[in-house]
């Protein structure tokens, strides 16, 4: 890095600038102050707050915190100070669990390298590898990818590790959950043995525990997965129905609500082609995405729901972590998600407007599915508020729903 993007930045008044809840007093390039200055970004979110001055250190950093907090920022930020820009060779990689997120990844690290003349390349599957290799040919600082094909890519020699500086594992707990660890494993081992590594997970289970014990070393640990992250900025609601009455629900809450844009959440990829079907008849701006489609039709749904083409998007957990839409206002989960922690996932994609306007999530459950629901208010560390359509019976007789004493 040149001597003037070493600068420390200074405050207007002459004096030093300390204050690590500003980008400024994190210390901070001139080069990555002015490329946030050209985004917008203009206070650090709390993950950004935490994260970065560890990062910038060097050392290895984990950071748990929810989607849609922005910590894409809290890892790009450091690897662009970490690595030098005048170096053609790949000195960065991140890998992601989906295509679509390492796409999103790839975006933002562009945004963030405004000022910078580096590359950034996304490398993922069923996209032209020779087109991903010729990119490596002319030189990539740095590499987003998932890790089935970035293990390819360096199997076949063109994605070399041999000058890797930092490594970043983006939503690790999701990477295992597909059943990319082996891959992961493969790859770190790879990997020079003194570079940094940050993890970043919405959730620690043990086997991402054992992942940072085995590859990262003395890793410093930023946990930001209170609750209060997500609920601030969205209002969130239950509708009890009985099951054969959802489909009926979700038209006239959506009447009702006139979303700009909202996300349908499926458990499986059955039911959600299902649903798109009964949508998909007399409406021209509804999209599905889930992990059987082809990836160009994956890719299309995507770039027309972010182009605003379409407005309601249908869609399971897995596509769901790559969509990253700041004009969502509306997450509907249709069918209860299968585990609380993704309940989180879900309602992050909204709460993101740039207005004072708050998300709002609905989650439909049926009489026998109560106990969930409490499960769910106990680890967003509240009472969801029950939500009726006017003058639509949603349910026939519906008993009492169970409840727990305190919600902690």
Known sequence: MNEQDKTAATDTSGGSETDATTFVGMGLSERSLKALEHVGYETPSPIQTSFIPRALTGRDCTGQAHTGTGKTAAFVLPILEAIDHDQPYTQALILAPTRELADQVKCEAERLAYTSPIRVSCFVGQRDMDRQIRQLERGVQVAVGTPGRVKDLNNRGHLIFDNLRVVVLDEADRMLDIGFEPEIRDILRRCPTDRQTLLLSATLPPSVERLA??????????????????????????????????????????????????????????????????????????????????????????????????????????????IDVSAISHIVNYDIPEYHDDYVHRIGRTGRMTSSDKGRA???????????????????????????????????????????????
């Open 213 to 322: 014990k085995k590859y990262m070393r003395n890793a410093d640990r930023v946990d930001l997965s209170g609750d209060a992250v997500v609920v601030d900025t969205i209002d969130q609601f239950y509708c009890t129905v009985d099951p054969d009455r959802k489909f009926g629900l979700l038209v006239r809450l959506l009447g009702e609500q006139q979303p700009q844009q909202v996300i349908v959440f499926t458990r499986t990829k059955r039911g959600a082609d299902a649903l798109h079907r009964r949508f998909a008849g007399g409406l021209n701006n509804v999209g599905v995405m889930h992990g059987d489609l082809a990836q160009s039709k994956r890719e299309r749904a995507l770039k027309r729901f972010r182009e605003g083409q379409v407005r309601l998007l249908i869609a399971t957990d897995v596509a769901g972590r790559g």
């Open 362 to 408: 609905f989650t439909f459950v049926t009489r026998e599915q109560g106990d969930e629901l409490t499960r769910i208010e106990i680890r967003v560390n509240r009472q969801l508020t029950e939500y009726t359509v006017s003058e639509y019976e949603a349910y026939r007789d519906r008993g009492p729903r169970p409840t727990v004493d305190t919600v902690a």
